[in-house]
């Protein structure tokens, strides 16, 4: 199993402590969610091919300085036990200056016998190592450099997981709408959007296979992810096909490991391959829009045998894509290294007083030559969970 989610069922069993109930007995429901607090600083130095300072001239402010200022975001999720092999959960996000709640969850699970579950609905696609919510982070923030772009985006569909009780290797195959499409997860838009950019009947495909090492010294992870269609755009993969493109096709293969055979050490790695294919213009002519986009990511972290509960992590992540954009191949390359003093000051592991300090390099951002981006952030974190 990765990190990045619990897959459905298994998300259930891990956070819904109810006794067992009857069929027709009322469902025992309980409930969990965060507070994840921030203050950032962060500096950045852009460039275009002209050698200049981005800067925007219909401002006063100095758009090229420096950056101080805070976030908050928050997590609210319902999980209920309707009959000993049936769960259902909702996730709920909350971001300030958004006009909706994000419903990042919705299904039910079933668990069919000790071995199959069926799950379906809205759920956290099961590609990556990095976890989708900042309760499993070893770090502040999950990237500086769009690493979780790769990652694809929620999903709307159906999986069946396979855990034989007494095997190492559990798997799970999906048929959702879509991966790599934003709209794919979002009923009021999904066949509007699709009469645009891709076949009506398009679906997407995912496999996700896991191997626990023995002695629980951690595991390995497999995923596959394969899109019909999916809008592709030369300066950002994946978007929502804008400009009335009809999208390639998109495959992912990732694969990436937990390892925790030393005390107090935990060691983490992914490497992640996707393939963007050409695009189709309303007029049936292939684009340029393929691409390809190589990364990996390696972790460390280390819990220190103080009083006050604490570990320090170290990442780097890289992200390099290959474009084709109208027969000129560009190359994106992005660089990002973390460090992170995780804290619980108070001693509840339902309170963490996080710090980090990040820098990130972007070279020829979105294929665009000589368009580069470097900086530092320096981020403090407040995270509550109940």
């Known amino acids: 199993m990765n990190l990045r989610n619990l897959v459905p069922a298994l998300a259930l069993a891990a956070i819904t402590a109810a006794p067992a109930m009857a069929v027709d007995a009322v469902p025992a429901v309980s409930f969990a969610g965060w507070v994840d607090t921030k ?7 852009n460039s275009t091919s002209l050698g200049d300072e981005v800067d925007d001239p219909t401002t006063a402010k100095d758009d090229t300085g420096a950056t101080l200022g805070f976030t908050s975001a928050a997590s609210i999720k319902a999980m209920w036990k309707v009959t000993d092999a049936l769960s259902a959960k909702v996730n709920l996000w909350f971001d300030p200056g958004t006009a909706e709640v994000n419903m990042r969850e919705a299904y039910f699970a079933w668990a069919i016998n ?5 799950s379906m609905g809205k759920y ?35 999986s069946i997981k396979v855990a034989p009780k007494d095997s190492p290797l559990s798997g799970e195959f999906h048929i959702v709408n879509g991966y790599f499409t934003d709209s794919d997860a979002e009923n009021t838009d999904l066949f509007a959007d699709r009469n645009a ?19 629980k010294m951690g595991n390995i992870n497999l995923d596959l992810a394969y899109d019909m269609n999916s809008g592709a755009s030369a300066t950002t993969l994946p978007d929502n096909g804008a400009g009335g493109n009809f999208g390639g096709d998109v495959f992912l293969v990732g694969l990436n490991a937990t390892i925790t055979a030393v005390k107090s050490l935990t060691l983490g790695a992914e490497v992640l391959f996707l393939s963007y294919g050409e695009s189709e213009s309303a007029a049936g002519v292939d684009g340029a829009n393929a691409a390809d986009r190589l990364q990996f990511l390696l972790m460390g972290n280390y819990a220190l045998g103080t009083s006050v509960p604490m570990s320090i992590t170290g990442m780097l992540q890289y992200v390099q894509t290959d474009f084709d954009a109208a027969g000129t191949p560009e190359t ?5 290294l973390a460090a992170a003093l995780l804290t619980n000051p108070l001693g509840s592991s ?32 407040g995270l509550v969970t109940f």
């Open 124 to 158: 956290i696609d099961h590609i990556g190592w990095l976890s989708a919510e900042p309760t499993g982070l070893y770090t502040v923030n999950d990237s500086l450099i769009g690493y979780l772009d790769s990652y694809g985006n929620d999903v709307i569909g159906t």
């Open 350 to 381: 339902n309170f963490g007083l996080n710090f980090e300090i990040g820098y990130y390099d972007a070279s020829d951002i979105g294929g665009v030559a000589s368009t580069d981006s470097n900086g530092i952030a320096l981020s403090v974190e």
């Open 39 to 45: 203050l950032i600083f962060s500096t950045s130095d």
């Open 332 to 336: 994106d390359s992005r660089l990002g």
């Open 114 to 118: 000790d071995t199959v579950t069926w």
């Open 197 to 215: 950019n891709r076949e009506n009947t398009g679906l997407g495909f995912g496999l996700d296979l896991t191997y626990n090492l023995p002695e």
